[in-house]
């Protein structure tokens, strides 16, 4: 099974701010990555597939890169709206979720 | 409008049985892909298994904590997936949710979620 892992699992930061996110794979996933983002209460909602993709209806200051083993999450300009729990997730194999980073209110 | 609305969540003893249902519409359910992922209170995101379309042979597959418990099956008549749960443990008291995966591999849909507790 892949794992996923997520770095940093929390994270206090600043309307205005450029986060960014880290999940790395126990093994080479390809492209095969999607970020999901969760407030509390709520349903994940798809922000990114396929590492870079954006779904559709989600902000551009939303952006994902990476390869192999290794991905990011980028908001470049942290809105009060985005203050929630980040996923990734692969579907290289069976699909796992990485542990979640929460970004909260600095 | 796209639409996924999970129903028959409630408390069960352990050892107990649980039937899911999750009703679709807004997308070609026929072609998708759909899965059931749990939250465990104040935990994140589980993958529990998924049922392919007909198309690929409506095969199963399922993550080891439920295999052999639990069972996704799809009715494409009816647009509805449903997820069959037996022997439930207190370990699997969680917010159930479907999910869709309809074009790219992603889980580009997903239900209100349904709470599923195991006690006695």
């Known amino acids: 099974d892949i794992q996923l892992t997520q770095s940093p699992s929390f994270l206090s930061a600043s309307v205005g701010d450029r986060v960014t996110i880290t999940c790395r794979a126990s093994q080479v996933i390809g492209s095969y990555l999607a970020w999901y983002q969760q407030k509390p209460g709520k349903a994940p909602k798809l922000l990114i597939y396929?590492?870079?993709t954006l779904q559709s209806g989600v902000p551009s200051r939303f952006s994902g890169s990476g390869s192999g083993r290794e991905f990011t999450l980028t908001i470049s300009s942290l809105q009060p709206e985005d203050f929630a729990t980040y996923y990734c997730?692969?579907?290289?194999?069976?699909?796992?979720f990485g542990p979640g980073t929460k970004v909260d209110i600095k | 409008e796209v639409q996924l609305v999970e129903s028959g969540g409630g408390l069960v003893e352990p050892g107990g049985s649980l039937r899911l249902s999750c009703a679709a519409s807004g997308f070609t359910f026929s072609d998708a892909w759909m899965s059931w992922v749990r939250q465990a209170p104040g935990k994140g995101l589980e993958w529990i298994g998924r049922?392919?379309?007909?198309?690929?042979?409506?095969?199963?597959d399922y993550a080891a904590p439920v295999k052999g418990r639990f069972t996704i099956s799809r009715d494409d008549s009816k647009t509805t997936v449903f997820l069959q749960m037996n022997s439930l443990k207190t370990e699997d008291t969680a917010v159930y949710y479907c999910?869709?995966?309809?074009?790219?591999?992603?889980?580009?849909?997903w239900g209100q979620g349904t709470l599923v507790t195991v006690s006695s």
């Open positions: 997730q692969q579907f290289s194999s069976y699909p796992s």
């Open positions: 396929t590492t870079s």
């Open positions: 049922i392919k379309n007909k198309g690929v042979g409506g095969a199963t």
């Open positions: 999910t869709a995966e309809a074009g790219n591999p992603s889980f580009e849909y």
